[in-house]
T-cell receptor, first 112, second 113 residues
């Protein structure tokens, strides 16, 4: 059972444009929502994360928007650059000894 | 300081052979995770350690897969009687606790011929 659904599977954005990746979760016990970025041949690395007590978190060009009632959260990449081309994974975590649950990933390509 | 390291970086084996994959977590990290990533696919959770114990083994795909962690540090993922469908990148991650950021290693690419 997939607990975090991520879309789209792939995304092509023009340089300077906005990239938007969406995730939806089912388990209301989740209370930590990170996004990971993975370049080819590398392991994923934490990009930005949010907890449900806020509706938005911004770090540089990266913003997470969180809608607790809809059980959805999204990653926005402003002024997308070719160097942002990577696979992005959303994830969710609940309390206790449970691991992160990952979405299936979005392959982003930013073209000049 | 050093990040998570994994060895070998690449492993090619014949069907039916056993393989061992090693993960060295960041020093002091109590939580350790194994994931599998098939080509172009997402991250499939395999097993999680808190210290030397494994509270969650639910992701191990079959009894051919096992993992151990000793001294609260190094972990070994063992796949017995490998099958072609075991071919994937095996990723290890560690965190200061189960509630913190996970730091991933570069992975071991396993190819079963």
């Amino acid at each position: 059972q997939q607990q975090v659904k991520q879309s789209p599977q792939s995304l092509i954005v023009q340089k300077g444009g906005i990239s938007i990746i969406n995730c939806a979760y089912e388990n209301t016990a989740f209370d930590y929502f990170p996004w990971y970025q993975q370049f080819p041949g590398k392991g994923p690395a934490l990009l930005i994360a949010i907890r449900p007590d806020v509706s938005e978190k911004k770090e540089g060009r990266f913003t997470i928007s969180f809608n607790k009632s809809a059980k959805q959260f999204s990653l926005h990449i402003m002024d997308s650059q070719p160097g942002d081309s990577a696979t992005y994974f959303c994830a969710a975590h609940g309390s206790g000894n449970t691991p992160l649950v990952f979405g299936k990933g979005t392959r982003l390509s930013v073209i000049a | 300081g050093a990040g998570v390291s994994q060895s070998p970086s690449n492993k090619v084996t014949e069907k039916g052979k056993d393989v061992e994959l090693r993960c060295d977590p960041i020093s002091g990290h109590t939580a350790l995770y194994w994931y599998r990533q098939s080509l172009g696919q997402g991250l499939e959770f395999l097993i999680y350690f808190q210290g030397n114990s494994a509270p969650d083994k639910s992701g191990l795909p079959s009894d051919r897969f096992s993992a151990e962690r000793t001294g609260g540090s190094v972990s070994t993922l063992t796949i017995q009687r490998t099958q072609q469908e075991d071919s994937a990148v095996y990723l290890c991650a560690s965190s200061a606790s189960n509630y913190n950021e996970q730091f991933f290693g570069p992975g071991t690419r396993l190819t079963v011929l």
